[in-house]
């Protein structure tokens, strides 16, 4: 007798990883509370768990761990399809300013927030993903603005880990020109607010994480405070490293990125590094000798079009890998799994580069082990919180153990996510949000998208 038992189901544990965990042919899956309680062949748990208060016949279906995405900004779904002037855009720092901080970030509110971060946690669990390293901008409605997140990640009930993005960056005025470290205080104080609201173990979904934009919108101070704040509160950091030319930096401070932040001792095993792209190999050692996580965001690095990041390089030094996807493009972790899986064998002109489980790796242990979190997440093992997905896949060929690995990056797609367990709760049951009105939640966020967009004086 447990909660939930989920039976005769192709389970895949990736435990310890995707390539040596165990693939369990007409398995099942049991959970209690909000933990899985065994794992094995449905005939051997059928006597043990068979009357369980919800009994699931995953037959025909693959039951696998939730999808962990380490590098989001969840309320850029209001910029989707937004509707710029292409020629306008030239740089990545074209793509950064307009598309990014004119037109989202400057305007956006905390009703704003909390809609589009509903939205955008409804869509990603019923994709498949259970957990999100989320990165809060909203330098014009900065005080609340971590609250208005929590707020709708609870509603949704989706894992994450979250911070408010510390930036002396000054709405409206060149970077070039102006930064203002009062713009970062308040940053910092928000963070805060939220840090002390969910201490450890205060939540079963939420975790503070400290948010930094980056090595050139902050001033050496800022960035070894940062590391003060997090070594204080042992929450971790998130940031973005070497996401522009690296030649920027090194004509303005005669120092890349990497060699910056190493400098202000903000580097160290708790931090997620978002894109990591235009380095070279001492970058590449630095990261590597700090234990930095890497978050590959591997659409919005090709869009700014900075080159391809040194993924398999990375690894061969030792560097943990994970996924991110910023939430520029869709928020179906399954197309950033197959862009990754292409990428770098077409980049590399190498299709031994990258074998399926290597992606599926970036979203599932790695990533575990990014946010820190290896011990709960990442895989489906006994004592380990129950994040599971039911997929019900759509092909007209066999899904069989021979052939898992490849439906994965050939043709799987978050539509086929039939159900999805976080935290031992059913979130997701037969492809419908359980934790809220899909409908009321699309509505409310185009109604505050529509108000985004007409803030925006370009359209
Ligand atoms: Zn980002």
Redesign the pocket.
């Known amino acids: 007798m447990a909660d939930l038992f989920i039976k005769n189901a192709l389970v895949m544990t990736c435990e310890p990883d995707v390539i040596s965990g165990r693939v369990i042919e007409n398995g099942g899956v049991v959970v209690d509370g909000d933990k899985i309680i065994a794992l094995g062949k449905t005939e051997e748990l059928e006597p043990l768990y068979g009357s369980s208060k919800k009994v699931i016949n995953a037959a025909g279906k693959i039951v696998f761990p939730g999808f962990i995405i380490t590098?989001t900004?969840m309320p850029y779904v209001m910029g989707h399809n937004q509707p710029v002037d292409f020629s306008q855009l030239r740089s990545f720092w074209d793509m950064l300013q307009k598309m990014g901080w004119e037109w989202l970030e400057d305007l956006i509110t905390r009703d704003g927030i909390y809609a589009s971060t509903r939205y955008a946690a409804a869509k990603m669990l019923k994709s498949g993903t259970t957990t999100v390293c989320e990165?809060v901008e909203a330098p014009n409605d900065l005080e609340g603005a971590l609250e208005a997140s929590c707020a709708a990640i609870e509603e949704i009930g989706i894992r994450a880990q979250l911070g408010y993005e510390v930036t002396e960056r000054v709405p409206g005025k060149s970077i070039l020109d102006c930064l203002d470290k009062k713009m970062a205080e308040r940053g910092f104080e928000e963070n805060i607010r939220i840090i002390e609201k969910y201490p450890k173990g205060s939540s079963s979904l939420i975790m503070p994480r400290l948010g930094v934009h980056t090595a050139y919108t902050n001033s050496l101070a800022t960035l070894k405070k940062a590391r003060e704040i997090a070594d204080e509160y042992g929450c971790g950091i998130q940031i973005?490293i070497a996401e522009i030319p690296r030649a920027f930096l090194v004509e303005k401070y005669g120092k890349s990125a990497p060699m910056l932040l190493e400098e202000a001792g903000l580097l160290g095993p708790d931090v997620v590094a978002?894109h990591c792209i235009d380095i070279d190999d001492e970058d590449l050692n630095i990261l590597a000798r700090n234990g930095v996580n890497v978050a590959h965001t591997p659409m919005t690095n090709s869009l700014g079009g900075n080159g391809v990041a040194r993924v398999p390089e990375m690894m061969e030094a030792g560097i943990n890998v994970s996924l991110g996807h910023?939430c520029f493009f869709t928020l179906d972790t399954a197309e950033y799994i197959r862009y990754t899986y292409l990428i770098h064998k077409a980049h590399n002109a190498n299709p031994a580069l990258m074998p399926p489980f290597v992606p599926l790796d970036f979203a599932l242990g790695n990533a575990a082990k990014a946010l820190g979190m290896k011990k709960s997440i990442g895989s489906l093992a006994e004592g380990k919180k129950a994040d599971i997905l039911i997929i019900k896949p759509d092909c007209p060929t066999p899904v069989i153990p021979a052939s898992v690995m490849s439906y994965f990056t050939m043709t799987f797609l978050g539509k086929d996510v039939e159900s999805v367990i976080v935290d031992g709760k059913l979130v997701v049951e037969d492809f419908r949000l359980k934790t809220g009105n899909e409908d009321e939640i699309m509505q409310t966020c185009v109604k505050e998208s529509a108000l985004l967009w007409a803030r925006n004086e370009k359209i």
Do not use: G, I, V, Y
Request: proline content about 0%; hydrophobic content about 35%.
């Open positions: 590098h900004h990165l973005h978002a910023d």
